[in-house]
């Protein structure tokens, strides 16, 4: 007969536990790094455009509470010569529009089918989530090497934590 082995829950040590929120501040950190270089400053050309839909996506945790909700705005307008219907609208902000709602949206002209809103196309208009993530990764380098030196510590038996 085979004899059920009992799992132990082990707890993550203090070096472990600093490494993890490194290694999460460093991840935050790459992604504001990556929406900090967004730039849509070659969207210049701008067009009237009226809200078609706004789809609010709620979203729960495993208990069932409520965690936030996620807007996507679509919009209506003509550009170039070409009608363009139910575009997702891009940038910052576009979470206040309401269907039926005009606004002005800006394109490349090279891509007409791709709208964002005007104050997405100036210059450093995403600049805050660029340094923040500079400044995260560069917290991570600090915290992860507190966590590696706390494991150091630990498996040479000098730290009893």
């Known amino acids: 007969m085979k004899s059920k082995r009992k799992r132990t829950k082990r707890k993550l040590s203090l070096g472990g536990t600093v490494l993890t929120w490194g290694i999460i501040i460093f991840i935050a950190g790459v992604i504001g790094v990556i929406v900090g270089m967004t730039d849509y400053t070659d969207h210049t050309e701008t067009v009237e455009a009226d809200v078609s839909e706004r789809q609010v996506e709620v979203n729960y945790d495993d208990d069932g509470d409520r965690t936030g909700e996620d807007i996507t705005i679509y919009v209506d307008y003509s550009a170039e010569g070409t009608d363009y219907t139910s575009v997702v609208l891009n940038g910052l902000n576009t979470d206040g529009y ?16 791709h709208v964002v809103t005007p104050e997405s196309t100036e210059e450093g208009a995403y600049d805050f989530a660029l340094y923040l993530g500079i400044v995260g990764i560069g917290v991570s380098v600090f915290v992860i090497a507190g966590g590696a030196g706390l494991l150091y510590l630990k498996k040479r038996g000098r730290l009893r934590v």
Do not use: R
Request: glycine share 12%; aromatic share 6%; no cysteine.
């Open 98 to 113: 309401q269907e039926g709602q005009d606004l002005t949206v800006a394109y490349a002209p090279d891509d007409p089918g």
